[in-house]
């Protein structure tokens, strides 16, 4: 507690009681959650979270840590944001199903000094009902800080519920963030999904300024253009404080990163040239996997570049990437954090963790008591936590683990990004090293090129038939 701030979480603590109402978009890693702490510590304050992060103990490892006043913060997941009847949810639909109104939990619905949205790109969904519920709340507060270090995860125009939030006054009917179409007439290009087989599905793409730019289309993924700085400037304003780690942090542990090639087995190879040829394959069973669509395909041949045990799921999991997890586990004395974008690759990871002797647990989106696992690896009860890309990228600190192995990446840049962050952040006292295992000759090489070019709307925007280029 005695710790003193650092020169950019004192920088922004004066912008967020100077701005009243803001997005902090900090690179992961900069001590967003300390920063809010300090700016409303000594009010009557509401944090929203998802409920990883505040099972897993993050928010009151802080509290604990940072502020003088801890009893004055609330803590509320996503989930529970909305009251219920028994099992069923107080929502209100128009007769097309859609979501028109919540009744939020009572005890949320305070006149609040503050409210602050962690990981806030998850009320991107203008019609989920917590995108609803914190509109509620949001109304009742007099200052309001929303935190993410992706505030455009997918597609730029998903940031529109944070502008209604961060800009109350104009998000009545005629005013500037009052009309969803009407804003995305202004400032994007509409056409037809002529991908989709669901006729009429709209592709919501670049900006419209980008349209046949040279410029804009070559441009470096982080380095954005005159357009998107103009689409900053206009829609979010003073608001909105973003720092990059290389312009603020010096003090950091070094960060090596290492890129491992793991080739196939013969039983990869296997499969891997007869689904992309015939595009049907024989498991190690003997059980015949037949895909329809180049989408499927295509996500079943990157699979296959981690291990064809998948298709199968019985026996020891098996391949070139678990041989080498198994080999780099064996030699490890220290917390260890495995990454994996498929959750069978999940759950296989911590077989092959177990199988050193090493004590693993694993985290996915189907893992009820993840908080729990998370807690055990922080207090030392585990030594290997193997989680999903989806799960570890948002809000964990994870500084135990020194080591973060890739066994496989996300489609999404920024995802992954913010998973190494877990551990190379703010807190990290040792040096750190990041693994990527990739397979040579294949999906999950040319996916890497890609992820290094692109930015998150870009690799969205991907067409099925642009991604077969890459096989």
Request: hydrophobic fraction near 35%.
């Amino acid at each position: 507690m005695d710790a003193p701030l650092l020169a950019h979480q004192a920088e922004a603590v004066e912008w967020i009681r100077g701005v009243g109402r803001g997005l902090l978009g900090d690179e992961p890693g900069l001590g967003k959650t300390r920063t809010a702490i300090e700016a409303f510590d000594g009010g009557r304050v509401l944090v929203i979270a998802p409920s990883l992060i505040l099972e897993s103990g993050t928010w009151s490892d802080e509290l604990a840590k940072w502020a003088k006043h801890p009893e004055g913060f609330v803590q509320a997941p996503y989930s529970r944001l909305v009251a219920r009847d028994g099992n069923k949810l107080l929502v209100r639909r128009d007769p097309k199903g859609k979501v028109t109104g919540v009744t939020v939990r009572p005890e949320y619905l305070e006149d609040w000094d503050a409210l602050i949205v962690d990981e806030a790109h998850y009320v991107k969904n203008r019609g989920s009902t917590w995108t609803h519920a914190t509109n509620q709340i949001n109304r009742q507060s007099a200052a309001f800080l929303a935190l993410t270090g992706t505030p455009m995860p997918n597609w730029a125009h998903e940031v529109f519920t944070l502008l209604r939030m961060i800009y109350p006054a104009e998000a009545g009917p005629g005013r500037k963030f009052g009309a969803y179409q009407k804003w995305l007439n202004q400032w994007f290009i509409r056409e037809v999904n002529r991908f989709s087989q669901v006729p009429g599905t709209e592709l919501i793409g670049d900006l419209i300024g980008c349209f046949n730019s040279p410029a804009c289309k070559d441009r470096p993924a982080n380095d954005p253009c005159d357009h998107w700085q103009e689409f900053a400037r206009e829609n979010l304003g003073d608001r909105f404080l973003r720092r990059l780690r290389d312009d603020v942090l010096g003090s950091l542990p070094p960060l090596t990163e290492q890129t491992i090639t793991v080739p196939m087995d013969a039983d990869q190879r296997r499969m891997y040239r007869e689904l992309k040829k015939e595009w049907v394959t024989e498991t190690l069973d003997g059980q015949e996997v037949v895909t329809w669509t180049i989408g499927s395909r295509n996500v079943l041949l990157d699979r296959i570049t981690t291990s064809g045990w998948f298709a199968s799921g019985t026996g020891e999991p098996r391949g070139g990437k678990l041989e080498r997890l198994r080999f780099d586990l064996e030699s490890r004395s220290r917390p260890t954090l495995v990454l994996a974008h498929y959750r069978d690759t999940v759950e296989a990871c911590a077989r092959v963790a177990e199988s050193t002797g090493a004590r693993a647990g694993f985290i996915h989106g189907g893992v009820s008591n993840s908080g729990a696992v998370v807690r055990d690896f922080k207090q030392g009860k585990i030594d290997v936590l193997v989680g999903s890309l989806e799960t570890v990228s948002e809000g964990l600190t994870l500084t135990q683990a020194d080591m973060a192995i890739f066994v496989e990446k996300s489609y999404k840049p920024s995802r992954n990004e913010q998973a190494m962050r877990r551990i190379h952040r703010i807190g990290q006292t040792r040096p750190v090293t990041v693994l990527d295992y990739v397979t040579p000759d294949s999906v999950d090489s040319g996916k890497r090129i890609l992820l290094e070019q692109k930015t998150d709307q870009q690799m969205r925007a991907l067409t099925a038939a642009q991604f077969t280029a890459l096989l």
